[in-house]
């Protein structure tokens, strides 16, 4: 079992950044690939990437590719989802996940955070 706690949404203006953040706790955390999903209203879940334990993974989709970075932190455990330059597209419910795999479908990763929200406004 695996719990992932999300923090860091809110809202900004265009072409300004953000930081989620995910903290992972549970057993085995080392075997799982661990990243983001999001999902705006009335849209399909949209996989972000995910990073393994000693490195990616990753798999950043073009809609957010130059902009994003995944990176992790063994000691805390925690995922991190630098976003820079944000637009009013990004504006979605951003969700933790965790695999033991890499998959590009969402619907694939065996645990989800609770989700926090970021909205940009233009």
């Known amino acids: 079992q695996v719990q992932l706690v999300e923090s860091g949404g809110g809202s900004v203006q265009t072409g300004e950044s953000l930081r989620l953040s995910c903290v992972a706790s549970?057993?085995?955390?080392?075997?799982?690939?661990i990243g983001w999903v999001r999902q705006a209203p009335g849209k399909e879940r949209e996989f972000l990437g995910v990073?393994?334990?000693?490195?990616?993974?990753?798999g950043y989709p073009d809609s957010v590719l130059g902009r994003f970075r995944l990176s992790r932190d063994k000691d805390t455990n925690t995922v991190t989802l630098q976003m820079n330059s944000l637009k009013p597209e990004d504006t979605a419910v951003y969700y933790c996940?965790?695999?033991?795999?890499?998959?590009?479908?969402?619907?694939?990763?065996?645990?989800w955070g609770q989700g926090t929200q970021v909205t940009v406004s233009s």
């Open positions: 996940v965790a695999g033991l795999s890499f998959f590009r479908n969402p619907d694939e990763y065996e645990f």
């Open positions: 990073i393994g334990w000693s490195g990616p993974g990753i």
């Open positions: 549970g057993r085995a955390l080392s075997t799982y690939f």
